[in-house]
């Protein structure tokens, strides 16, 4: 195996590696994801109530966009690694990675049907595919590559 061949095999294995989290995230049983995501609400709360000790809180409604955000930034971060694998093997970088992240975030809703207390939810592949989206633009504007150079050639 040549150099190239490694990174390619290594950026294709990171890719792998973060959809099995995603996998094993989306398949703890409802009371269990929402003690995790309760316990990284709890750990804002107590550290914005350092700073701001008067600072009331809806407990509740804070948990829920840190489980919104946990979509958005786990997908962010998967478009990145796909964009990243794809470009390296020489694909077409956004329309692959956007498909590929995007069937992941589908798939992975539906196999939420069969875990307990869960559900499929058009909202989260939304919030997830937006995750990707920022995923694409921001791994581009970290490579220098210019956006609407690389739009208007493909």
Same mark, same amino acid.
């Given at each position: 195996?040549?150099?190239?061949?490694?990174?390619?095999?290594?950026?294709?294995? $990171?890719? /792998?590696?973060?959809?099995? %989290?995603?996998? =094993?995230?989306?398949?703890?049983?409802?009371?269990?994801?929402? &003690? #995790?995501?309760?316990?990284?609400?709890?750990?804002?709360?107590?550290?914005?109530?350092?700073?701001?000790?008067?600072?009331?809180?809806?407990?509740?409604?804070?948990?829920?966009?840190?489980?919104?955000?946990?979509?958005?930034? $786990?997908? /962010?971060?998967?478009?990145? %690694?796909?964009? =990243?694998?794809?470009?390296?093997?020489?694909?077409?970088?956004? &329309? #692959?990675?956007?498909?590929?992240?995007?069937?992941?975030?589908?798939?992975?809703?539906?196999?939420?049907?069969?875990?307990?207390?869960?559900?499929?939810?058009?909202?989260?592949?939304?919030?997830?595919?937006?995750?990707?989206?920022?995923?694409?633009?921001?791994?581009?504007?970290?490579?220098?590559?210019?956006?609407?150079?690389?739009?208007?050639?493909?």
């Amino acid at each position: 195996m040549n150099k190239k061949q490694i990174i390619i095999s290594i950026s294709w294995l $990171a890719v /792998l590696l973060w959809m099995v %989290l995603i996998f =094993n995230l989306s398949s703890q049983p409802a009371n269990q994801s929402n &003690k #995790l995501s309760e316990g990284i609400t709890k750990a804002i709360v107590d550290t914005v109530e350092r700073v701001a000790p008067s600072t009331d809180f809806d407990l509740s409604r804070l948990n829920h966009i840190v489980r919104k955000n946990a979509h958005f930034f $786990a997908y /962010l971060v998967l478009a990145l %690694l796909v964009m =990243n694998a794809v470009r390296r093997t020489g694909g077409n970088d956004i &329309k #692959l990675t956007l498909l590929i992240c995007v069937l992941y975030a589908i798939s992975d809703e539906m196999h939420q049907i069969f875990i307990p207390g869960r559900s499929a939810q058009l909202s989260d592949v939304l919030i997830d595919s937006v995750g990707v989206v920022v995923g694409i633009v921001m791994y581009l504007g970290i490579s220098g590559i210019n956006i609407k150079k690389l739009l208007e050639t493909k």
